[in-house]
């Protein structure tokens, strides 16, 4: 028969998931003849262990990242976080994919390629890189086809014509890692519909989004609202300070001491 083909594990597995249940219900089980596979299987699913999830195996080795920010495995290299330039890293190395590994956290992942001397790169793990040269977003290698949403790609040819613009953009798409790309990409804009393209209005749009939703204003039940407002007069206090024969002390003050002239306010 022709071999199958599929365009991701995920797919591959759910069709050998059909063609295993439905062999199991087309044939006998090799013990219980008068049973199907299938039906044997139902009656002794109660039994059966619980499953957890799928069992997470990988083969693991370390690797240098190069100046390059590359990391060579099975015969292809694969880009990682800038800032992992100069030590080691783990790679994990599963079926489908390849994680890079560097104090307890990912700096890298990418769909496994298969062949050799390929070259995958995530551009954004050249943004601390950027830091240091901005020119190189417009001529670097992994930024060639950096497929940007339509609104960063307009601010990023708006930022091209004026002075500085290159390192502007620098700063915008240094914020999607930490505010994600469907985020920086709406900043970009309102900031063109506002007519101001520039790194630091994108950046106060971002604060913005990321300032918590304001509470609720809570109506006062009637029955705590005050029967007498208070009045915002300062003076009152004075009124409160203890006389000493007939003055207020301490406050430079001769005339009489009303200690309690508003007190019917203070309720």
């Given at each position: 028969?022709?071999?199958?083909?599929?365009?991701?594990?995920?797919?591959?597995?759910?069709?050998?998931?059909?063609?295993c249940v439905a062999w199991a219900k087309a044939n006998p089980h090799p013990e219980f003849r008068d049973?199907?596979?299938?039906?044997v299987f139902e009656q002794e699913r109660a039994s059966l262990v619980p499953y957890v999830g799928p069992?997470?195996?990988?083969?693991?080795?370390?690797?240098?990242?190069s100046k390059t920010c590359l990391v060579r495995f099975d015969k292809n290299r694969y880009s990682v976080?800038?800032?992992?330039?100069?030590?080691?890293?783990?790679?994990?190395?599963?079926?489908?994919?390849?994680?890079?590994?560097?104090?307890?956290?990912?700096?890298?992942?990418?769909?496994?390629?298969?062949?050799?001397?390929?070259?995958?790169?995530?551009?954004?793990?050249?943004?601390?890189?950027?830091?240091?040269?901005?020119?190189?977003?417009?001529?670097?290698?992994?930024?060639?086809?950096?497929?940007?949403?339509?609104?960063?790609?307009?601010?990023?040819?708006?930022?091209?014509?004026?002075?500085?613009?290159?390192?502007?953009?620098?700063?915008?798409?240094?914020?999607?890692?930490?505010?994600?790309?469907?985020?920086?990409?709406?900043?970009?804009?309102?900031?063109?519909?506002?007519?101001?393209?520039?790194?630091?209005?994108?950046?106060?749009?971002?604060?913005?989004?990321?300032?918590?939703?304001?509470?609720?204003?809570?109506?006062?039940?009637?029955?705590?609202?005050?029967?007498?407002?208070?009045?915002?007069?300062?003076?009152?206090?004075?009124?409160?300070?203890?006389?000493?024969?007939?003055?207020?002390?301490?406050?430079?003050?001769?005339?009489?001491?009303?200690?309690?002239?508003?007190?019917?306010?203070?309720?």
């Amino acid at each position: 028969m022709p071999r199958p083909k599929f365009k991701s594990y995920t797919e591959l597995n759910a069709w050998l998931e059909d063609r295993c249940v439905a062999w199991a219900k087309a044939n006998p089980h090799p013990e219980f003849r008068d049973r199907t596979t299938w039906e044997v299987f139902e009656q002794e699913r109660a039994s059966l262990v619980p499953y957890v999830g799928p069992f997470n195996g990988f083969h693991a080795l370390p690797a240098s990242v190069s100046k390059t920010c590359l990391v060579r495995f099975d015969k292809n290299r694969y880009s990682v976080d800038g800032r992992a330039v100069g030590r080691l890293v783990e790679i994990r190395a599963y079926a489908e994919r390849v994680e890079f590994w560097q104090d307890g956290k990912i700096e890298g992942q990418h769909d496994r390629a298969f062949g050799r001397d390929k070259a995958i790169c995530d551009p954004l793990h050249y943004i601390p890189v950027l830091a240091r040269k901005p020119g190189a977003l417009r001529n670097g290698a992994p930024f060639k086809d950096w497929d940007l949403p339509p609104a960063i790609k307009s601010v990023q040819r708006k930022l091209g014509k004026v002075p500085n613009g290159d390192r502007q953009m620098v700063q915008i798409l240094s914020m999607i890692p930490i505010d994600g790309l469907d985020a920086v990409d709406s900043a970009c804009a309102e900031a063109l519909n506002e007519g101001v393209p520039g790194a630091s209005v994108v950046i106060d749009i971002l604060a913005r989004y990321r300032e918590p939703t304001p509470p609720l204003t809570i109506d006062t039940p009637a029955a705590l609202r005050l029967t007498c407002e208070p009045v915002a007069d300062c003076k009152r206090y004075d009124s409160l300070r203890r006389p000493n024969h007939g003055t207020i002390t301490g406050a430079g003050c001769d005339e009489p001491a009303e200690a309690l002239r508003h007190e019917g306010r203070l309720r």
